[in-house]
T-cell receptor
Framework: GENVEQHPSTLSVQEGDSAVIKCTYS??????FPWYKQELGKGPQLIID?????GEKKDQRIAVTLNKTAKHFSLHITETQPEDSAVYFC????????????FGPGTSLSVIP | GAVVSQHPSRVICKSGTSVKIECRSL??????MFWYRQFPKQSLMLMAT?????????EQGVEKDKFLINHASLTLSTLTVTSAHPEDSSFYIC???????????FGEGSRLTVL
């Protein structure tokens, strides 16, 4: 089955700096890669996703890149703000509504004002 | 607005009792729902895939007789933790994938504490 690894486990940046979180996956058939932000005591919220037919996707301060050959994908947050502090999870899956989504172990991001 | 509604958000029970958690898909019909469990400072671990009108599919290591899943309609799945023990204390989160995009939406989670 699919296995997702994520690094680093914790990340601390100064406000305004960029943050990068990297993930790898094992199943070459996976074609859907979402990223989630989870605040304490709440359910995860989808922040961006990318599909295997695209190499990069950007939404304001957030961007995701995908290297299918290497089975790597990364989350980039620019101009970080204190409210970006949370736990971020990457995940991998097939893109149908009935396929399970497997999550990485998570990265705890702290943005220092 | 919320896509997935989960209830209750918090529940405290005594050891040996059973607890039911409800998950409702608000925006679309869901033939498949997913139940995850999350221990403190850990990732989301898939427990089971809930299938409308048929038996749930459980992940390896998850006891089907302990975690009963019922998906009786296209908008409602329930998870019942039977004979709960303190080690079952966790954050239980349900989710639904949208049919067209495959996006995975989560409920707000249910915090179970077993005394």
């Amino acid at each position: 089955g699919e296995n997702v690894e994520q690094h680093p486990s914790t990340l601390s940046v100064q406000e305004g700096d960029s943050a990068v979180i990297k993930c790898t996956y094992s199943d070459s058939a996976s074609n859907y890669f979402p990223w989630y932000k989870q605040e304490l005591g709440k359910g995860p919220q989808l922040i961006i996703d990318i599909r295997s037919n695209v190499g990069e996707k950007k939404d304001q301060r957030i961007a995701v890149t995908l290297n299918k050959t290497a089975k790597h994908f990364s989350l980039h947050i620019t101009e970080t703000q204190p409210e970006d502090s949370a736990v971020y999870f990457c995940a991998a899956s097939w893109s149908t509504s009935y396929d399970k989504v497997i999550f990485g172990p998570g990265t705890s991001l702290s943005v220092i004002p | 607005g919320a896509v997935v509604s989960q209830h209750p958000s918090r529940v405290i029970c005594k050891s040996g009792t059973s607890v039911k958690i409800e998950c409702r898909s608000l925006d679309f019909q869901a033939t498949t729902m997913f139940w995850y469990r999350q221990f403190p400072k850990q990732s989301l671990m898939l427990m089971a895939t809930s299938n409308e009108g048929s038996k749930a599919t459980y992940e390896q290591g998850v006891e089907k007789d302990k975690f009963l899943i019922n998906h009786a309609s296209l908008t409602l799945s329930t998870l019942t933790v039977t004979s709960a023990h303190p080690e079952d204390s966790s954050f239980y989160i349900c989710s639904v994938r949208a049919g067209g995009t495959g996006e995975l939406f989560f409920g707000e989670g249910s915090r179970l504490t077993v005394l």
